[in-house]
């Protein structure tokens, strides 16, 4: 296989379809990002309301949650593929339509709300779909790496979208940031039709979608290592991914320039994620990936409660770089144990927890934060965590047969 010597993340965009599925995914990415910050933007250019970019936020969001398990039983009872190219044209559609509304003077806060909910909509109906697909165009044995490699261009996507979004905002005009993801995403239709994918098998039922929805939660819920993962993601997700929304208030309390601090502590978690993810080993074990998320927990306290700024960036360093292992251990594992006929259902729960768990335990956090301060919240929430942890280890033993 060409690549050899690289690291296996990188190593396996030499798998040409999905090397092809990266280049795309990455550039569609990075648009959805420049739109969220294009957007954000307007309504706080409009309204200066932190409340509407709250319910901008919730657009984006609350798609996930209502539609995200139905969206599961689309990608294994539908093709997969025709699924990311229908979804694609009718994301650049809501691209351009923002653009055009934004050019003749059209645009208002309810309109874009209203467009950026569909946006959510579409990328809420379509990610089953888009993970399941990864195990169509790799090899198992590499499929830890493809995850890993995926996970890496969400935060490569994170980083570059909002810097074009701001350089494109301040040198050119906000619209050329609706129309630049509308070719970004067509581009990725492009790329979706030259991949020529095996046919699956997919067999009749007379199953209604709550049926085919509650088998999804069903395997999840009594496959032993299944129950382990998706219980370290929901933790992990409240008391350590949560973090990263809160790096706003650890910026404060550490830098004397809140927005510089925000800025270094956001890139150094995305460099620690990069890294991580470029670095990640196939055979990932239940054990590993459990001891990564503990190792977050103890990067969230020593964040929090760093008396120097270099010790923050440090600490946000290895918090990205954990809950990135975190995250792709958890896929994997998902991907791999999952049969092809359930995969998109369980990696619709699994979306639902990785999306959602961060915002549960960021309002609890940050309420407590208010009450008795940052640090003391973050000890108590790694605690439970830690506890929770060593518990799944324990438990977890017996199940390391079945992964």
Same mark, same amino acid.
């Not at 990415?29 to 936020?57: D, E, K, N, P, Y």
């Not at 069903?218 to 032993?224: C, D, K």
């Not at 890139?267 to 001891?291: F, H, K, P, Y």
């Not at 409660?305 to 770089?321: D, E, K, N, Q």
């Given at each position: ?143 830890? +790496? #493809? ?8 935060? /490569? $996507?994170? =980083?570059? %979208?909002? @810097?074009?979004? *701001? ?83 650890? +910026? #404060? ?8 601090? /925000? $800025?270094? =502590?956001? %890139?150094? @978690?995305?460099? *620690? ?95 407590? $934060?208010?009450?008795? %301060? ?30």
């Amino acid at each position: 296989m060409r690549g050899e010597g690289l690291p296996a993340p990188l190593r396996v965009l030499f798998h040409g379809q999905f090397g092809l599925f990266v280049g795309g995914n990455t550039l569609t990415l990075t648009g959805t990002w420049m739109q969220r910050i294009a957007s954000g933007w307007l309504v706080w250019h409009w309204t200066g309301s932190v409340f509407w970019l709250g319910m901008l936020a919730v657009g984006d969001l609350l798609p996930v949650v209502v539609i995200g398990p139905l969206a599961g039983v689309a990608a294994d009872r539908w093709d997969r593929l025709k699924q990311n190219k229908i979804a694609q044209v009718l994301s650049a559609f809501l691209a351009l339509a923002l653009a055009v509304l934004l050019l003749f003077d059209r645009l208002n806060i309810t309109s874009l709300l209203i467009l950026a909910t569909l946006q959510g909509t579409l990328v809420a109906a379509v990610q089953p779909a888009r993970l399941a697909m990864i195990q169509e165009m790799v090899p198992r044995e590499d499929m830890s +790496a #493809a995850v890993a490699i995926n996970s890496v261009n969400v935060n /490569l $996507a994170r =980083l570059l %979208g909002p @810097a074009v979004a *701001g350089l494109m905002i301040v040198y050119l005009d906000i619209i050329w940031v609706f129309v630049l993801n509308a070719l970004f995403t067509l581009l990725f239709v492009v790329i979706l039709g030259q991949l020529k994918l095996v046919p699956r098998v997919i067999h009749p039922t007379q199953s209604n979608f709550l049926t085919l929805m509650r088998e999804g939660f069903t395997y999840a819920l009594r496959t032993p290592a299944m129950r382990v993962v998706l219980c370290a993601l929901l933790v992990g997700g409240i008391a350590v991914r949560s973090m990263l929304e809160l790096l706003p208030a650890v +910026a #404060a309390q550490t830098f004397l320039d809140t927005t510089t601090g /925000l $800025a270094v =502590l956001t %890139g150094a @978690a995305a460099v *620690g994620a990069i890294v991580s993810g470029l670095t990640a080993r196939s055979g990932q074990s239940l054990n590993s990936i459990l001891l990564w998320w503990a190792l977050g927990a103890i990067a969230a306290c020593a964040l929090t409660s760093a008396p120097y700024a270099f010790l923050a960036v440090a600490a946000a360093t290895i918090l990205g770089a954990s809950i990135t292992r975190g995250m792709v251990g958890t896929q994997t594992i998902v991907q791999l144990a999952t049969p092809d006929a359930l995969r998109g259902r369980v990696l619709s729960i699994h979306g639902l927890i990785a999306r959602g768990s961060p915002a549960l335990g960021a309002l609890p956090i940050g309420y407590a $934060a208010d009450i008795i %301060g940052l640090p003391s919240t973050v000890m108590v929430a790694s605690s439970l965590l830690l506890v929770i942890t060593a518990a799944l280890l324990i438990g977890g033993r017996s199940v390391q047969l079945h992964l």
